[in-house]
């Protein structure tokens, strides 16, 4: 791997590691100002509904201009999000504004990594991006529950600077000041990215032509046999990592008794399990065999039902790291299959927007669900297994789906084909 990659996995970590303390600082931000429960998953919502809302613009924005630039611009976006909560405005807004960022930072990140690797690397780069953005998720959160303990936010207004006021009265304001540094850095690195030398062909710049070229893109990819399986999956994935994250919260409070910040430690746990997993299928798993991993995704499914047996910690860490390396494994070749398949259709920015807007719209449908049974008031270990049981069955479908495209068309042959 060459120092671009580095440097763009470097900026990747920043951006990420501050997105995911943010989402941690804004939770603890909606309890002090006694928010209702069901409030809380709908800051995921507005996070990605932008993902959704924007799929048809952003892919040709990424690939109008140099990638290195777009990450720049979209990640002080993200820091405009983080500093509107310090001027009470509401978390939910603020948060949905830093969506609006990673929406248009994400098919840049991906896009660079087909111009500068070749399709051979696509597998282990990602598990790197995959495992990088994973370890991000886990510092970030944890580092979201250190930044919210009372203690640590206690220190952290101690922190003076002579002749300056700097206007932090709150613990939770000393957090966003950490993390907004964190989105600073993530930036700088943002300006070391190498230009690639890509350029494509004249971006369109008509609305209503945008969305007609992304409606064909979407119909493209889902029609690939390849495609459609792979974006299966990974949709899937998308929905119910976001909803587990939430799940792994209200299931610490229920029936493990933890705070906040402590439980914010065991979605981190989940991550540990993700990096685990997607750092062994980038070592095992060549693009050939990447359909052969599916079977996990039923495993996993059926782990997570376990979860409602469990009222001891240390029973708590090993089971979640299970669930999140059997995920691991699963998704980081399907997202391989996807991106080759994606370069090969049509343009890197263009078949990531698609992706995106597939995956997120999972995660909106799924998070609203899952806000529903929270206002609902439904006992945690109900919902637990009711998710473990819509995911396995899903996977068994998509299975099942491979199997019938199989029999009319060898798949292998047709990545071997694209290959000569």
């Known amino acids: 791997m060459n120092r671009g990659f580095y440097t763009i996995m470097a900026a990747q970590f920043f951006s990420s590691l501050a997105d995911n303390a943010l989402l941690i600082a804004a939770i603890s931000l909606l309890a002090t100002m006694h928010s209702p429960a069901w409030m809380t998953p709908l800051l995921k919502l507005f996070f990605v509904l932008s993902y959704v809302l924007l799929a048809a613009f952003v892919g040709a924005f990424a690939d109008a201009l140099p990638k290195g630039r777009v990450m720049f611009v979209t990640n002080l ?3 405009v999000g983080c500093a509107l909560m310090f001027f009470n405005v509401h978390p939910l807004f603020a948060y949905a504004i830093v969506g609006f960022g990673a929406a248009a930072y994400s098919p840049a990140k991906y896009g660079i990594l087909t111009e500068l690797l070749p399709a051979e690397r696509l ?5 790197w991006i995959e495992g990088l953005t994973v370890a991000s998720i886990i510092l970030g959160t944890v580092l979201g529950g250190m930044l919210v303990n009372p203690k640590i936010g206690a220190a952290l207004m101690t922190v003076d600077f002579p002749m300056i006021d700097t206007g932090i009265d709150t613990p939770v304001e000393a957090a966003l000041c950490v993390i907004v540094v964190s989105y600073i850095v993530a930036a700088l690195f943002n300006l070391r990215i190498p230009d690639t030398g890509a350029r494509y062909s004249h971006q369109e710049r008509n609305p209503i032509k945008l969305v007609a070229d992304f409606a064909n893109c979407f119909n493209r990819l889902w029609a690939d046999k390849l495609g459609q399986i792979s974006l299966a999956v990974t949709t899937l994935f998308w ?4 909803t587990l994250q939430f799940i792994v919260l209200k299931w610490a409070e229920k029936s493990l008794h933890m705070p906040l910040d402590r439980a914010a430690i065991l979605q981190g746990v989940v991550a540990i399990g993700v990096a685990l997993g997607a750092v062994a299928a980038a070592r095992f798993v060549p693009l050939k065999k990447s ?8 495993a996993m499914g059926l782990v997570v039902i376990l ?10 860490y090993p089971l979640l790291v299970i669930i999140g390396a059997l995920s691991g494994y699963f998704v980081v070749p ?15 920015g ?11 719209l999972s995660v909106l449908t ?10 609902a008031d439904l006992n945690v270990n109900i919902v637990i297994v009711m998710f473990g049981l819509f995911v396995s069955g899903t996977m068994y479908m998509v299975m099942r789906r491979h199997a019938a495209n199989q029999r009319e068309h060898d798949s292998l042959a047709l990545i071997g084909e694209h290959k000569h």
Do not use: C, D
């Open 291 to 298: 359909l052969s991993v599916m079977p996990l995704g039923i």
């Open 239 to 242: 929905g119910a990592g976001a």
């Open 307 to 316: 979860m409602t047996m469990v009222t001891n910690v240390w029973v708590a």
């Open 366 to 375: 799924m998070l609203v669900l899952y806000a529903l049974m929270v206002k």
């Open 350 to 360: 263009h078949s990531i927007a698609v992706q995106n807007f597939n995956e997120n």
């Open 123 to 127: 597998v282990a780069a990602n598990g």
């Open 77 to 79: 976006i993200k820091v």
């Open 334 to 348: 399907m997202n391989a299959l996807l991106q080759h398949r994606g370069h090969v259709l049509m343009s890197a």
